[in-house]
């Protein structure tokens, strides 16, 4: 019913259905597996950028360069999804003939939770990384008050044999931008330390002042670098926007966005056989998790594991949607003229 409703959506907006339904699929995913800010929550603003020409709902993805390894495309501002979902196939593509494939974007868009692409090689056995230059600048340098870095993300997917797959999908602020709108939407103070004032640095909790601060890296500094390097191999390497040159998505029409994004593509085959590769990977897994916790703490995990159960349950018991995002979800159809998603059973 979700993924029918994300659908239609997206066809209203002008896409075809083929690429309707692979954002639809990986918005769905996100939802599935507990990354909420990147599912259903951001069709509101999807149908926005569509609706006043920002994204291409008919975007002619072209390789602009192509070696045994390597390629870059041009996303020609089509949905991120599509994009990264092109980039990653290709990715797996070069890996298969070379042992690794590297494909960098420009000229995408914001395309919703890293995992979903760096988990795409894992279909063929594969090791995947995915990075991005976020579409808009929240953070500041370490020790400065400009926001002149994103939120850049990582995610890295390893593939095990019984155990669910090592994926890991952070943001290098403390909080993500998706959760921490995902605060203003439902209209809860956030946390102290996620946002600071740019002015004099006092934490930021009231989630309708968030332009008036910037995002805080975790980790303090090690944050801060690690968005720099993300943003550097994201942006200026694919020839797209990074630092003073990003554009905000969200801004009013005007200029170009050049959303930058990576994916490589690593096949465990030229290294090791992939099935005494997967066996380490639950050895190590079992380890880490039987290991002796500390008193009063949380079950030990590894990363993937929340991922695994939060789309077991809501396979069986379905997608929770704040009362929130089911009315604005509801107000997107009805500018759109299709059934609502309320109405739908």
Request: hydrophobic residues 45%; proline residues 7%; glycine residues 12%.
């Amino acid at each position: 019913m979700l993924r029918a409703f994300l659908v239609d959506a997206l066809r209203a907006c002008g896409l075809s259905e083929v690429d309707a339904s692979t954002v639809a699929k990986a918005m769905l995913e996100a939802d599935l597996t507990g990354s909420d800010a990147h599912g259903i929550f951001r069709l509101a603003g999807y149908v926005r950028q569509l609706k006043r020409g920002a994204i291409n709902p008919r975007a002619g993805i072209r390789v602009l360069e192509r070696g045994p390894a390597t390629a870059l495309i041009d996303g020609d501002h089509g949905m991120g999804h599509v994009v990264m979902t092109y980039a990653a196939h290709l990715a797996v593509e070069l890996a298969r003939a070379s042992g690794v494939g590297w494909v960098g974007a420009r000229r995408s868009n914001h395309a919703g939770a890293g995992a979903i692409y760096a988990a795409i090689p894992l279909q063929d056995g594969m090791i995947g990384i995915y990075g991005a230059a976020s579409s808009v600048n929240h953070m500041a340098p370490w020790g400065g008050s400009e926001p002149l870095l994103g939120t850049n993300p990582i995610a890295v997917a390893i593939p095990a044999g019984n155990e669910p797959p090592v994926i890991l999908d952070i943001a290098t602020s403390l909080a993500s931008n998706g959760a921490i709108r995902t605060y203003e939407l439902e209209g809860k103070p956030m946390p102290q330390g996620w946002v600071q004032n740019r002015n004099d640095g006092s934490p930021v909790t009231d989630p309708r002042r968030i332009n008036e601060g910037t995002y805080l890296p975790m980790g303090d500094y090690k944050g801060s670098g690690l968005s720099i390097v993300i943003g550097l191999l994201a942006g200026p390497l694919n020839r797209a926007a990074f630092g003073r040159d990003i554009r905000d998505f969200a801004a009013p029409a005007g200029g170009e966005s050049n959303v930058g994004q990576f994916v490589i593509a690593l096949d465990v085959a030229r290294f090791v056989p992939p099935d005494a590769f997967k066996a380490e990977i639950d050895r190590h897994i079992r380890d880490l998790v039987s290991s002796r916790p500390l008193p009063g703490g949380d079950d030990i995990r590894v990363p993937g594991m929340g991922r695994a159960a939060r789309r077991a349950e809501r396979e069986r018991n379905g997608v929770p949607l704040h009362a929130t995002v089911l009315a604005q979800v509801d107000e997107v159809a009805k500018s759109l003229d299709i059934n609502p998603l309320s109405a739908r059973t």
